[in-house]
Every structure is written in structure tokens, then in C-alpha cells.
């Protein structure tokens, strides 16, 4: 039995096929029509944007943050072709075909399916997991501005520098 070999559409990269891959995998259809059926917001006919596709496109929206609305979806359309080998075609929509389905989902489904997902990785206890008292969690590249208080002061101290103290308002990079 001779088999096609599959490819990449071009000018897409590997790390955006794995990328929805690893969403699918993490994130399942099954969970999503779920949450969809308990906010009563699936799909009521056969549309361009089903409901399903839009939870994927509004996580992959996340994860693509610097890419605009329409290429991202183009990426999820391209993913989703390259993870069913082919299957059926699906045309990227027009900007208001996106506006409309977005509106449709609204942030309930969103909402549900963070509760039913989230949750701290390491169990209480674990070594490494906390510091001072809280949960080490870490966010890359994130700068958070936080007020120059005694109580934040007493609390996470202040950075060090060359030339004395720090501004009044001060950035914590986490």
C-alpha cells in the first residue's frame, strides 16, 4: 500500500502544526462540545465558523497574540487541514464572519472550560513549588507594576541597584 507523504502547506512552520496539535490533544473535542452543551452555545446549524472551531481559534488567539485575527486563523484552518491529512476544505472568513462567531461564543464557554482546566500543577508541598509562603509561579517576559507601599516593600523587598534606591513606582519582573 503506497502512502502520500504528508506535508506542510507552504510557508507554514512545524512549530505552529504542533503547536494546534498540542492544543487538540490537551484541550479535547469531546471537553469543548461539552462546555458548548452546558453554556448553550454549539452550533445550531452547519456554519463557515462552527463553535468548536472558534474555542480552538480564541485559544490559538492566546497563544498567537502578536499574529492579527485573520492570520491566526489561518493557522487553526491550515492545522486543522494538516491534522485530518486532508480532509475537508475550509475558506478563511471574511473579518465580520469572525466578529459575528466571537460574539456568538461570547466568554461563558471560555470561562467553563478554564474552570474545568485549570489547576496548579505541583501538589502543597512539593519542593521548589513555593516561595515565602505562596505558589512560585513564573510568567516570561511579564513586568507588572506595582505601587512603592511599606506593605509590597515588607513583602518582596526591592530590586537591587549601582546607584541607590529605586523609583516610587517601581516594575517587578516575574
Same mark, same amino acid.
Given at each position: 500500500?503506497?502512502?502520500? /507523504? ?5 510557508? &507554514?512552520?512545524?512549530s ?9 490533544a ?8 461539552? +462546555? ?10 452547519q %456554519? ?6 472558534? +474555542?480552538?481559534?480564541v ?7 502578536? &499574529?492579527?485575527?485573520?492570520?491566526? @486563523?489561518r ?9 485530518? @491529512?486532508?480532509?475537508?476544505?475550509? /475558506?478563511?472568513a471574511?473579518? #465580520? /464572519?469572525i $466578529?459575528? /462567531?466571537?460574539?456568538?461564543l ?6 467553563v ?15 521548589g ?7 512560585l509561579? *513564573? ?10 507601599? !511599606?506593605?509590597?516593600? &515588607? %513583602?518582596?523587598?526591592? !530590586?537591587?541597584?549601582?546607584r541607590? $534606591?529605586? &523609583?516610587?513606582?517601581? #516594575?517587578? *519582573?516575574c
Amino acid at each position: 500500500m503506497v502512502r502520500k /507523504a504528508t506535508r506542510l502547506p507552504n510557508g &507554514a512552520r512545524i512549530s505552529d502544526q504542533v503547536s494546534l496539535g498540542v492544543l487538540t490533544a490537551t484541550v479535547p473535542a469531546e471537553l469543548i462540545d461539552a +462546555v458548548l452543551a452546558d453554556t448553550g452555545r454549539q452550533s445550531q446549524r452547519q %456554519r463557515q465558523l462552527p463553535a468548536r472551531l472558534v +474555542v480552538y481559534y480564541v485559544m490559538a488567539l492566546a497563544l498567537y497574540a502578536q &499574529a492579527s485575527y485573520g492570520e491566526v @486563523l489561518r493557522g487553526v484552518l491550515e492545522g486543522v487541514r494538516w491534522l485530518r @491529512l486532508g480532509g475537508a476544505e475550509l /475558506a478563511v472568513a471574511t473579518k #465580520s /464572519a469572525i $466578529t459575528r /462567531a466571537r460574539i456568538r461564543l461570547g466568554a461563558a464557554p471560555v470561562q467553563v472550560l478554564f474552570e474545568r482546566l485549570a489547576r496548579p500543577f505541583a501538589p502543597p508541598g512539593a519542593p521548589g513549588a513555593w516561595y515565602r509562603g505562596g505558589r512560585l509561579v *513564573s510568567l516570561d517576559g511579564t513586568t507588572l507594576d506595582l505601587p512603592d507601599t !511599606p506593605e509590597l516593600e &515588607a %513583602r518582596y523587598g526591592r !530590586p537591587g541597584t549601582s546607584r541607590g $534606591t529605586t &523609583a516610587a513606582t517601581r #516594575s517587578c *519582573s516575574c
